[in-house]
């Protein structure tokens, strides 16, 4: 099978053109099209703003809970086109689609613990970026990481975690910050994981195509439990 045969199957089996019942209509739409009267974020800067305006809402306690209808429900079984891919923790309190305030359709979401990165994880993004030309990529850490804290503790005790979690831990260590101690060690960790993850995802051949030519920002931010605000790391 060609390359560009296996990426308009890829397209097919993950947007959901494929459905039951829904085949023949779907024969003749865009895997990749946005459902119509529903302006999508087409730059990195774009794409940043409406996840801030999001945030906003989500804060103040102003959700619109947006693109739920019945008309937005039907034309995505027949497309997606989200703006931005955000990689997260797989953490219960930090959902993306709510902490942003965006609806169905509006953003690939990518949860690991940690936000670390492996293939399957690495794989989805650059799904997102090479295949649906999202433009925004941000890594989105948050206060109180127990996979952070995890990684931490293990590192400070020498004590191996249960089976697949020490994966976690190998892969959080090289950003634990050892200048610090106690919980302020945890914090200031957290934010190097964003980076360190924020950088690997950079650096990325394909993904930093895109990066020196504008089409693409890879970005990191942190989210605090306490005030429901997102804010940008460097």
């Given at each position: 099978m060609s390359a560009p045969a296996r990426r308009t199957l890829m397209r097919a089996g993950l947007t959901?053109?494929?459905?039951?019942?829904?085949?023949?209509?779907?024969?003749?739409?865009?895997?990749?099209?946005?459902?119509?009267?529903?302006?999508?974020?087409?730059?990195?800067?774009?794409?940043?703003?409406?996840?801030?305006?999001g945030n906003l809402r989500w804060r103040t306690y102003h959700e619109r809970h947006p693109h739920e209808t019945p008309a937005i429900r039907t034309a995505l079984?027949?497309?997606?086109?989200?703006?931005?891919?955000?990689?997260?923790?797989?953490?219960?309190?930090?959902?993306?689609?709510?902490?942003?305030?965006?609806?169905?359709?509006?953003?690939?979401?990518?949860?690991?613990?940690?936000?670390?990165?492996d293939e399957a994880v690495l794989g989805s993004i650059a799904y997102g970026v090479l295949e649906l030309s999202i433009?925004?990529?941000?890594?989105?850490?948050?206060?109180?990481?127990?996979?952070?804290?995890?990684?931490?503790?293990?590192?400070?005790?020498?004590?191996?975690?249960?089976?697949?979690?020490?994966?976690?831990?190998?892969?959080?260590?090289?950003?634990?910050?050892?200048?610090?101690?106690?919980?302020?060690?945890?914090d200031a960790t957290i934010d190097a994981n964003v980076r360190l993850v924020?950088?690997?995802?950079a650096a990325e051949p394909d993904l930093a195509a895109r990066v020196a030519t504008g089409q693409l920002a890879v970005v990191g931010a942190r989210y605090e439990l306490t005030s429901q605000l997102v804010h940008h790391l460097d």
């Open positions: 959901g053109a494929a459905a039951v019942g829904l085949g023949a209509v779907a024969s003749r739409a865009s895997a990749s099209a946005a459902p119509a009267s529903r302006p999508r974020p087409t730059t990195p800067e774009e794409a940043l703003r409406e996840l801030t305006r079984a027949f497309g997606q086109h989200p703006f931005a891919v955000v990689l997260g923790c797989v953490d219960s309190r930090v959902p993306p689609e709510l902490v942003f305030d965006q609806g169905l359709g509006d953003l690939l979401t990518v949860r690991s613990a940690g936000e670390v990165l433009p925004l990529v941000m890594v989105l850490g948050h206060q109180s990481c127990g996979a952070v804290g995890a990684a931490v503790e293990a590192d400070e005790t020498g004590e191996s975690l249960p089976a697949h979690i020490q994966y976690l831990a190998d892969r959080i260590a090289p950003a634990i910050d050892h200048g610090v101690e106690g919980t302020a060690r945890v924020r950088s690997q995802l």
